[in-house]
């Protein structure tokens, strides 16, 4: 069955730091979507994706981070300069009727 | 705004009980509502989804779940609970009229299931 897979599972950075995270959706999707869950919070939508550009952002998602699509099949999501708030379990989403969620990746900034 | 309200951060049933995790939401229009569950150190796997056509859902693993409109309740079921359905489980929305968009989740409830 297809899934969506992200790397890497786990991050360690210095605040301050340039971080990707990066996906591989499933093959055929075209929606594409991050959201965040930091410990013992809600999980947040961060941004959705189609057609090579932004369809939505939270006010979560400011200058900061930005999002690409460089090979038409990884969809990454970087964060310029770390903060400590930053740390957090980041998911990666595609959407074909329903949103497949990745694994996620678990950032901790120090 | 949309939002999503799961009563109870954490359900411990034993096994064979049934289990009951509760889901609320706001909207002025009926949303596209999905249950997801988190086991520990994996994604969010979809359970079911309520997309305006049956009230009653049912899902994988023998989870249901009903939309009530007079309630604005999603809660999930499942008669009799199984020690390998000890997770976090998150209702979610999305109020697009689609199932496309962004997701609203609840804060989500653990699931333990006693011998």
């Known amino acids: 069955e297809p899934e969506v897979t992200q790397t890497p599972s786990h991050q360690v950075t210095q605040m301050g730091q340039e971080v990707i995270l990066r996906c591989v959706p499933i093959?055929?999707?075209?929606?594409f979507y991050w959201y965040r869950q930091i410990l013992g919070q809600k999980v947040e939508f961060l941004v959705s994706f189609y057609n090579n550009e932004i369809s939505e952002k939270s006010e979560i998602f400011d200058d900061q981070f930005s999002v690409e699509r460089p090979d038409g099949s990884n969809f990454t999501l970087k964060i310029r300069s770390t903060k400590l708030e930053d740390s957090a379990m980041y998911f990666c989403a595609s959407h074909q009727e329903t949103q497949y969620f990745g694994p996620g990746t678990r950032l901790l900034v120090l | 705004a949309q939002s999503v309200t799961q009563l109870g951060s954490h359900v411990s049933v034993s096994e064979g009980a049934l289990v009951l995790l509760r889901c609320n939401y706001s909207s002025s229009v009926p949303p596209y509502l999905f249950w997801y569950v988190q086991y520990p150190n994996q994604g969010l796997q979809l359970l079911l989804k309520y997309t305006s056509a049956a009230t009653l859902v049912k899902g994988i693993n023998g989870f249901e779940a009903e939309f009530k409109k007079s309630e604005t309740s999603f809660h999930l079921t499942k008669p009799s609970a199984h020690m390998s359905d000890a997770a976090e489980y998150f209702c979610a929305a999305n109020a697009g009229g689609t199932s496309y968009g962004k997701l609203t989740f609840g804060q989500g409830t653990i699931l333990t299931v006693h011998p």
């Open positions: 093959s055929n999707h075209l929606y």
